[in-house]
């Protein structure tokens, strides 16, 4: 559900956000962001750097990667057919955790939303939030995780589309030509996928443009200093609102969930396990991304979105035994790869941009 972004710091001012996105997540900072938590300079000191890099990337696959399954695993092996609902508990379980890890662990300095325009801008982020996330969780129970990933990695393309129409930004004619690809190797991948659903195929792709929408909307409706929150920040605020959207949404669309739910629980608590399970590692995603960016850089956790993509296919074709063609697979690799020529093509972009 997850989507990664940018951050540079400035000495004191808040993270300056740029409008790319790779991933179903809320923003990121930058390293040198003061840890004020005694616990983890504890554990820091304990454990070697290296170490604990790795520690941390590996908890960052293992989430984002295993969100996914278990979204997966509920919504088309288990018959929980409710993915508004479960799209609001996230949001709460995010909620919640955001409010202990920002308030108690002192992960981060709280900020404060400044004023009622400042509020609205936020606002008007977790609606497209909640179209791309709900999108993107109903799409799992239509489309296998391979192919899902697939789609989502063309976030760059909408992204660039975005940026075009809405800011009239341009990019070089080599980050376009690197878009190609992208394009092409989904088109590979759709006409030979096995398990292929019309309607998946629709909320997934609205899934990806609505990731793609909120990295450029959210560069430019908190571009002002004084309004940019750092990512823990920006959760904190986005998730109780999504969850109060996502409520009236699920009850006119779902039925009586919350019944059912119970009724579930009482025949099987172990779909309670599951719930809350699966809550609370969505929390982990947007934690580890934050925490992968600060010990690393940005640019890392870009790389390593680019291959989390392959890796959660291979995982889930393993897991659930889903089909794959030999173009499909093909189909998969170009889209990746033509992922990583547009991440590279940016980056020397912006070096040969004046300053």
Known sequence: MVEAQTWTTRRGSNPRLEAEQVIDIPATPTSDFRNNNGIAIKISSLISPNLLTAIIILSWYLSNIGVLLLNKYLLSFYGYRYPIFLTMLH???????????????????????????????????????????????????????????????????????????????????????????????????????????????????????????????????????????????????????????????????????????????????????????????AYLVNLTNFLVTKHTSALTLQVLGNAKAAVAAVVSVLIFRNPVTVMGITGFAVTIMGVVAYSEAKKRSRGAAPH
């Open 91 to 281: 949001m709460i379980s995010c909620s919640l955790y955001s409010f202990i890890a920002i308030h108690s662990l002192e992960l981060v300095p709280p900020q404060q939303i400044l004023s009622r325009r400042q509020f609205f801008k936020i606002f008007a982020l977790c609606l497209i939030f909640c179209f791309s996330v709900v999108c993107g969780n109903t799409s799992l129970r239509y489309l296998p995780v391979s192919f899902n990933q697939a789609i989502g990695a063309t976030t760059p393309f909408f992204t660039a589309v975005f940026a075009f129409l809405i800011t009239c930004k341009k990019e070089s004619a080599e980050v376009y030509l690197a878009l190609l690809p992208v394009v092409f190797g989904i088109v590979l991948a759709s006409n030979s996928e096995p398990l292929f659903h019309l309607f998946g195929f629709l909320v997934c792709v609205g899934s990806t443009a609505g990731r793609a929408l909120k990295s450029v909307v959210q560069g430019i409706l908190l571009s002002n200093e004084a309004e940019k929150l750092h990512s823990m920040n920006l959760l904190l605020y986005m998730a109780p609102m999504a969850a109060l959207i996502l409520l009236p949404v699920t009850l006119y669309i779902e039925g009586n969930v919350l019944g059912v739910t119970l009724e579930k629980a009482k025949e099987d608590s172990y779909i309670v396990f599951l719930l809350v399970g699966n809550a609370t590692v």
